[in-house]
């Protein structure tokens, strides 16, 4: 039997971890880690990586959010991200923000493809409708490119109206 794809869910309100936890079961495709503060998600992330660090890690998508306490810069994801640009070898990990702020500044470094690089940027009050379509396609690579895609130029539509 094959073991289910490994989904990462970090924030520090609990009870979203446990409200996407429950998403996540619900699809009877995944298995969830579920932390609740950036220490725990790092080990996670650090046992799941391969070949030192050096290669893409196993999971196959984290949920996060932002940390209201910490500068942009500080954020789980840009770590994360800082982390794998280190390797030539490691692509990155998808990613899917779950959050009430949205801080247009926030959102548009969340969704550049170069920065952020995140495939979908969901509000916290709704997450549930789109979740569970969302990680049908986070086991394909070119998918989640698209995914990043698609939410960009919709926040840029979005921007371009306002």
């Known amino acids: 039997m094959q073991a289910k794809p ?19 079961g619900q699809t009877g495709r995944f298995t969830s ?9 790092n080990d996670a992330v650090r046992q799941y990586n391969r070949g030192f ?12 959010g932002w940390n209201n306490h910490k500068k942009p810069r500080d954020q789980f994801l840009y770590r994360l991200r800082e982390q794998e640009r280190s390797s030539p070898l490691r692509g990155p990990t998808p990613v ?22 995140v495939c979908a940027y969901l509000h916290a009050d709704d997450f549930r409708t789109e979740l569970a379509r969302l990680l049908e396609k986070i086991t ?3 998918q989640v490119r698209e995914l990043n895609r698609n939410a960009r130029q919709a926040f840029e539509a979005e ?3 306002e």
């Not at 869910?9 to 429950?22: C, G, M, P, Q, S």
């Not at 050096?54 to 949920?63: E, W």
Request: hydrophobic share 40%.
């Open 53 to 64: 660090g050096l290669l893409t890690n196993k999971l196959a998508c984290i949920i996060t």
């Open 6 to 24: 490994v989904i990462l869910v970090y924030d520090i309100n609990n009870k979203l971890v446990d409200e996407v936890a429950t998403v996540i």
């Open 140 to 142: 394909d690579p070119e």
């Open 96 to 117: 899917i923000l779950v959050t009430e702020d949205h801080r247009p500044d926030l959102k548009r470094r969340a969704l550049d493809p170069q920065d952020g690089n």
């Open 33 to 41: 880690i579920n932390t609740y503060n950036e220490i725990n998600a």
């Open 159 to 161: 921007v371009a109206e």
